[in-house]
């Protein structure tokens, strides 16, 4: 409609009626000047109209909204990068315009926080939604809000040098399961002689407890547990305290071929360094779990949740996914980018998925790990009863020497930080009235005694102990003085073990003492599920088959576990046995 006169616009007439003609110029200037204005007005016209549009969805004028992020160090940088853009392209909420800032913390740390109470940031990215299923199991954890999505994936693989990778080959088939069997501290003739394995603590590191639960499931389902036990125990002191480190560890010349594992962002982050010795990533046949960098919103400001909302949906943009492929993770849906080409030592198509473990599973896992890394505190009884000098049938050696060689093979399978001591038992040993007497006291292997180490002391020992010819088997009498002594010294930062090796002829003391029934109700009322102290008995030689109801009663009473071995070399696989029981108790038989 037109626009009336105001003594202001359009020279005081109405816009609808048209002005009195002017005068042409002489020179035809007029032309051109007249439509050259109107396009002026015009551009002018629309620069407001475009301003006025622009101001509407990009209103600052009540200020900044801050929206705090925190993320794992490995996706801050790519997230760093994803906020200044948008925090140039000025969304607003509520006439305020959003502000994001983006802090690096790792998970673990992020998540201790929340356990304690503590809110961190308004918006959490971690790296793995099994360490969130991990938290839920705490108490804290159960008042977590719920994940709201994943950003990016990076699939959890085995790594090792460029330089040493073609020397694997026909030694480590890239799988879990030879991981397992490289690492399995009880395979002594294993790919374990030529391959190293290193690993990332699964409490403090989602690629390592992935890792964890790939190897895990892969050895349940081909009924390797035992193994898996032997494997952990070793990596348990193979821990490198984060990717950077475990990559670095990769490079270093080594007797054996070093191998790790990680997340395969970790590799190209690594590569993308130029190091010397670049690292290439090696895919488990079996398939794989992947870091799926989880999304939880934290805040519960309302103003601040809509920031949040927005942030998140522009996380899902091509603009933001282009920035996250070119860090080297994997879109939600396992593309890949330019930066895991095979050029650069990665396959371009995602690796098998393995099904992801349930929240039971998770918590199983966790609870294994810890229970192995409490260290183990042990004191061993070693039969020197007459009958421990009898020649082995179809051997060279008595009951004495093989059970010396038992003790032997089995003690290696300990750290140096495992307490370990040592007594024997027969009859009337330390003066008339003990049937037991103290060799070596409990302590750690690492620890000097009279000037030699005490692991090395106990091999001493072990090789010089002979039996007593006139000796009888005072053993009910001994383990009761024994289990006493560790009830009294209990450690609960280790798992406490009495450990008996005998011939298996039972108890047999013409003294009388401690009887089979008495010794049994001294156990079961004695033995406490939470300060557990597990007797782990193991038995060599013709006469051992007698006495096993008997050894399976005692061990049993402790929710331990009794064994005869047919075989020396079995022993390694009875510790092992042994220390899987152990991560189940007080729970083992239902």
Request: glycine share 8%.
């Amino acid at each position: 409609m037109g626009r009336h006169r105001t003594d202001d616009l359009d020279g005081g007439y109405r816009a609808s009626e048209p002005p009195p003609p002017r005068k042409r110029s002489g020179n035809g200037r007029g032309r051109v000047l007249v439509p050259l204005a109107g396009a002026v007005a015009m551009a002018v016209l629309l620069g407001v109209a475009a301003f006025v549009i622009f101001n509407r969805n990009h209103d600052c004028s009540s200020g900044k909204l801050p929206l705090r992020v925190v993320a794992t160090p490995d996706i801050h940088p790519a997230l760093n990068k994803i906020a200044g853009n948008y925090n140039k392209a000025m969304h607003s909420i509520d006439s305020k315009c959003v502000e994001v800032t983006v802090a690096k913390q790792a998970a673990a740390k992020t998540a201790n926080a929340l356990a304690a109470g503590k809110m961190p940031a308004d918006f959490w990215v971690a790296d793995s939604s099994l360490l969130m299923e991990s938290m839920r199991q705490t108490s804290a954890g159960k008042a977590l809000p719920q994940v709201e999505g994943s950003i990016a994936t990076s699939p959890v693989v085995l790594a090792a040098a460029e330089s040493a990778a073609q020397k694997l080959t026909g030694t480590l088939q890239p799988s879990w399961s030879a991981m397992i069997a490289a690492a399995n501290v009880a395979n002594v003739d294993g790919p374990g002689k030529k391959v190293r394995v290193l690993a990332l603590d699964p409490q403090k590191n989602s690629a390592g407890l992935a890792a964890l639960l790939a190897a895990a499931g892969t050895a349940r389902e081909a009924k390797q547990d035992k193994a898996l036990v032997g494997a952990l125990k070793e990596l348990s002191g193979q821990l490198a305290p984060d990717p950077t480190a475990l990559l670095a560890s990769l490079t270093v010349k080594s007797s054996r071929v070093p191998v790790g594992v990680t997340s395969e962002q970790a590799i190209h982050a690594h590569n993308a360094k130029k190091p010397e010795a670049p690292v290439v990533a090696l895919y488990p046949k079996e398939g794989t779990l992947s870091l799926d960098y989880p999304v939880t919103i934290l805040t519960k400001d309302p103003a601040v949740l809509k920031a949040a909302a927005d942030f998140k949906q522009n996380l899902t943009t091509e603009s933001a996914g282009k920035i996250l492929r070119a860090a080297g993770f994997r879109g939600t849906d396992g593309k890949a980018g330019d930066a895991l080409s095979e050029e650069k030592g990665f396959t371009a198509d995602p690796p098998t998925a393995l099904e992801p473990p349930d929240t039971a599973t998770v918590a199983r896992m966790v609870q294994t790990w810890s229970r192995l890394n409490l260290g183990s505190r042990l004191l061993t009884l070693l039969d020197v009863s007459g009958t421990m000098a009898l020649p082995v049938p179809g051997t060279n050696m008595t009951r004495m020497q093989a059970i010396n060689k038992i003790a032997t093979e089995g003690l290696a399978l300990f750290p140096a930080d495992s307490e370990v001591g040592l007594w024997t038992f027969s009859t009337h040993l330390d003066g008339r009235d003990k049937d037991w007497k103290e060799l070596v006291s409990v302590g750690p292997l690492s620890e000097s005694i009279d000037g030699a180490l005490r692991k090395e002391a106990l091999a001493t020992t072990f090789s010089q102990i002979q039996a007593k010819p006139t000796g009888d088997t005072g053993l009910n009498d001994t383990i009761r003085a024994a289990y006493a002594e560790l009830t009294k010294t209990f450690r609960q930062d280790k798992i406490n073990t009495l450990l008996i090796l005998t011939d298996g002829a039972g108890n047999d003391d013409p003294d009388g003492g401690v009887k089979n029934a008495e010794i049994l109700r001294y156990l079961k009322k004695t033995y406490n599920p939470k300060r557990p102290i597990s007797i782990l008995l193991i038995a060599f030689g013709p006469e051992a088959e007698k006495g096993k109801r008997q050894m399976d009663a005692l061990a049993k009473a402790t929710g331990g576990e009794a064994y005869i071995a047919k075989d020396i070399l079995q022993v390694r696989d009875f510790f092992l046995q042994g220390m899987e029981r152990r991560l189940c108790s007080p729970n083992c038989d239902g």
